[in-house]
């Protein structure tokens, strides 16, 4: 007879949304089905007990070869030790308390610690730390905002359930959800595509499926609330808003300074900027001083292209314009589950939340400098641990191979390509599947996750596997002052 | 042999991000993100069609991609590469000292490449790094 088990709510470890209403049908160890979560959270509970190392790997004679965890450990203490300049990169996908045993090692082998943020919203925290922030809780915009602006992210497809759970198609306490004007405009445009593929098939004349509103409808009724998106393409977000507007790439800095012109009750002696016509630009400027609760969420569309962080300034100065006429706030859409927990942790105990370099025996911070992608791109550094993290496919290739070429140790529970690349690879638990753990919300709230798997025979956290390289440094340096 | 001038993109894609739960090393991954999303004009003007392969060639770097013809188009002119190994190949590592690379917006070059094959992850590491 099958024992089914059901436990919830369980919050998912997959992107900042940190979603915590999943609920999860466990038979023997596996989990079988899982109820809320989206296409990603699904996958990462379903087959995380696929394709992954079960016992330490140690690279001899040019091959990846299995170890003991004393060996391994070992090892990779002895490579940190003997490093003139250790890099200790990743974080984001483990929990705070590792974060925080990550700093320990840091600080105690004279390295440089950097997380994932570093090529994410790296940019948008220096610009933070430039202009400061009007920011508020999720919670907030779920019950009050009646303007919700998406600019340079596309949520629909990097965090799948934050337009459901916080923002146009959820239902606040003031607020109510616009999903069915969504699925009214969805249907026609349907219709639309079959009436093109009937034409296209009967005449010459094709009509145009484009569905782009020409105008931003104004605010239907008291309690709805409006969806606006502004990006180099029409992504799916785009096709579930109420307005889209098409900005040129790497032109964002423009049209946000235009913006605030317009805000400004200033005149715009253009036809267009960065590709929008100033009609639009000056509706959606008059919506967003009509409206009584606004937002901007902003993505990587900001921070990785030409401008990255003074686009970001530009957008904080244009929320800041705009309190002038209204209430209206911003918040980055902070990618990995706990991205934001390192940084809220760095900060704690080091007093930067990233790019933070030990090696003068005191936390120094300056990105550009201290930073992952132009240590290793200057080939500075002379050894790494990646944690939680995959540099190896996300980082360009001038950097990729300098970190590949020094001594790698990997800590991280699946095979990944840097971990194929790695000296050492020190396989761990799931955090929030296997391993209990703390991590930060994109809007700062941290939430508590469970362990609702046993791990694999022998496989350890995160901060167990950090621990006992700690410990193994700490061993080497007494037995040789 | 004909060549366009594109601008390259690279973001995320909800098949990217289910395919990397499944694991960066399954055919799933290497299906959904060694690929190129083009507009249906882009490709005609190439001469080719969807999942011919193509060859991607910015400042940094060049790579071949099987192209697919974009759902979300239109966007003439721009490449979009999903995140990951064979977009980073074409990426420079300057951060103009914000510690952030541009992602982004990098100009590039496309151009048909029907006798080139896609490396796979363990092809593509050997070659370019060669562990």
């Known amino acids: 007879m099958k024992h089914l088990t059901t436990i919830g709510p369980v919050t998912c470890p997959v992107c900042g949304c940190l979603c915590d209403d999943l609920e999860l049908i466990i038979e023997d160890n596996t989990v079988i ?6 296409a990603v959270g699904e996958a990462k509970f379903l087959d995380c007990q696929q394709n992954r190392p079960r016992t330490p790997l140690i690279r001899k004679n040019g091959e990846l070869v299995e170890a003991s965890w004393d060996e391994a450990i070992q090892r990779s203490a002895e490579m940190l030790l003997s490093a003139r300049y250790p890099l200790l990169y990743g974080w984001s996908s483990t929990s705070c308390e590792a974060v925080r045993k990550g700093i320990e090692l840091a600080e105690e082998v004279g390295g440089v610690i950097d997380n994932t943020s570093t090529v994410c919203h790296g940019p948008s925290i220096l ?7 009007s920011s508020c809780t999720l919670g907030q915009i779920r019950h009050r905002a009646d303007l919700v602006v998406y600019w340079g992210c596309d949520p629909w497809s990097a965090h799948p359930r934050h337009i459901e759970r916080y923002t146009a198609f959820t239902d606040g306490r003031y607020r109510e959800s616009s999903w069915r004007r969504y699925a009214k405009r969805y249907y026609a445009r349907q219709l639309l595509k079959r009436v093109q593929r009937v034409s296209n098939i009967t005449s010459k004349t094709v009509p145009s499926t484009e569905t782009t509103t020409d105008h931003l409808p104004s605010f239907p009724k008291v309690r709805d609330r409006l969806m606006v998106v502004v990006d180099v393409r029409r992504t799916r977000t785009a096709d579930a808003a109420d307005y889209f507007l098409q900005v040129k790439p790497n032109s964002d800095y423009e049209l ?9 009750q200033e005149v715009l002696d253009v036809d267009e900027v960065s590709g929008i016509p100033v009609e639009q630009l000056e509706e959606l400027a008059d919506a967003m001083i009509e409206c009584e609760l606004g937002i901007i969420f902003f993505g990587v569309g900001l921070t990785m292209s030409s401008g990255k962080n003074r686009n970001v300034d530009a957008a904080i100065s244009l929320v800041r314009d705009l309190n002038k006429w209204t209430k209206f706030l911003i918040m980055p859409m902070r990618g990995h589950f706990n991205v934001t927990g390192a940084n809220v942790v760095s900060t704690w105990q080091t007093g930067y939340p990233f790019a933070v370099d030990f090696s003068k025996g005191y936390p120094v911070y300056n990105p550009g400098e201290t930073s992952a ?6 080939g500075e550094s002379d050894a790494s641990l990646v944690i939680a993290s995959d540099p190896v496919s996300n980082f360009p290739r001038e950097a990729v191979k300098n970190l590949v070429g ?12 840097t971990s194929l690349m790695a000296d050492v690879v020190l396989p761990s638990t799931f955090v929030g599947i296997e391993t209990e753990g703390t991590a930060y919300r994109m809007d700062h709230v941290p939430l508590p996750l469970k362990k609702v798997l046993e791990p694999p025979d022998g496989v350890v956290s995160d901060e167990d596997v950090l621990h006992r390289i700690l410990d193994h440094v700490r061993g080497l340096r007494k037995e040789a002052p | 042999m004909l060549k366009l001038e594109v601008t390259l993109l690279t973001g995320r894609t909800i098949k990217q991000g289910v395919g990397k739960e499944l694991g960066k090393l399954s055919k799933e991954y290497y299906s959904d993100v060694a690929v190129c999303e083009m507009d249906s004009r882009d490709l005609d003007s190439l001469g080719i069609t969807e999942n011919s392969n193509v060859k991607i060639t910015t400042r940094f770097g060049s790579i071949v991609l099987r192209v697919i013809e974009s759902q979300r ?10 995140y990951g190994l064979w977009a980073n190949v074409l990426m420079s590592s300057d951060t103009g000292g914000t510690g952030m690379p541009s992602f982004k917006g990098v100009p590039a070059e496309v151009q048909p490449a029907p006798e080139e094959e896609v490396m796979e992850v363990r092809d593509l590491l050997k070659h370019f790094y060669g562990k």
């Open chain 2, 73 to 82: 188009s239109p966007h003439q002119g721009v490449a979009y590469i999903p």
């Open chain 1, 33 to 38: 089905q899982v109820k809320n979560a989206c």
């Open chain 1, 406 to 417: 020094n001594p790698l140790i990997v800590i991280d529970p699946l095979e990944t390509p």
């Open chain 1, 127 to 133: 610009s933070i730390q430039d202009v400061g922030i």
């Open chain 1, 256 to 264: 946000l300074q235009a913006l605030r012109m317009l805000i400004r």
């Open chain 1, 373 to 378: 992608v132009d240590i290793l791109s200057r």
